[in-house]
């Protein structure tokens, strides 16, 4: 048994570790707000398996950025909340600090492959959009302007124009229809939708946080 233990590399990746390779840490960590080639630089002088194990206290901050980058992403894809035109052309308010508008305007851009997708960045003040051909363009200009513009030069679509509901009455009609009160579980619920998530544009009207506290007789 001791023989078999010594045999083992010392530097090998231990478990499911929650660090990064070398190759996703050069490849992503510029998108972070704090970025610096510092960096990078810092990241080449340790051997990957520290970086993979956490373990150093610079393995650990850079693995912490990446996580960063990576929660602000998905829940701008969680919680964002989109509003489509008879035009085709689907728009809404994100909050990025990092650079990850593109990777949320190709996650909308897969799922509405048809549409033009306009997404305000209120860290920003720009609006990016992204079109039928995955070509992403950014304006410094309101997401008004921006989505008034680009559906001037495009026909009516008959399909969207049979949808044209507001984000807040689509969450609200879908909350309504699930809601069971006798399967209530509020941690679960706080769980899925941290408190933090209020802050983002889609949240701060508080459908959800409606929802936690609810009676039944207030659906009758």
Not at 63 to 68: D, S, Y
Not at 157 to 162: L, Q
């Given at each position: 048994m001791n023989k078999?233990?010594?045999n083992n590399d010392p530097l090998k990746v231990v478990g499911s570790?929650?660090?990064h390779s070398y190759d996703e840490l050069i490849n992503n960590l510029p998108r972070h707000q704090k970025f610096s080639p510092n960096l990078i630089q810092g990241i080449k002088k340790i051997p990957e398996v520290i970086l993979r194990n956490n373990g150093t206290p610079f393995a650990k901050r850079v693995?912490?950025?990446?996580?960063?980058i990576k929660t602000e992403a998905y829940r701008a894809k969680q919680f964002t909340r989109t509003e489509i035109n008879n035009r085709g052309v689907l728009y809404g308010v994100v909050l990025l600090r990092h650079r990850v508008m593109d990777i949320v305007l190709n996650y909308f851009h897969k799922r509405w492959p048809n549409c033009i997708i306009c997404l305000y960045n209120e860290y920003t003040n720009k609006t990016t959009i992204?079109?039928?051909k995955g070509k992403i363009e950014e304006f410094e200009s309101c997401l008004e302007n921006v989505v008034a513009n680009i559906s001037e030069n495009r026909s009516i679509?008959?399909?969207?124009?049979?949808i044209q509901f507001t984000g807040k009455e689509i969450f609200?009609?879908?909350y309504k229809s699930q809601y069971i009160s006798e399967r209530k579980n509020s941690s679960f619920f706080k769980k899925m939708i941290p408190n933090k998530c209020y802050n983002l544009p889609g949240m701060r009207s508080g459908i959800e946080k409606r929802f936690r506290n609810k009676e039944i007789n207030d659906f009758l």
């Open positions: 078999k233990l010594e570790a929650r660090g693995n912490r950025m990446m996580k960063e992204i079109n039928e679509i008959p399909y969207f124009n049979d609200e009609t879908l």
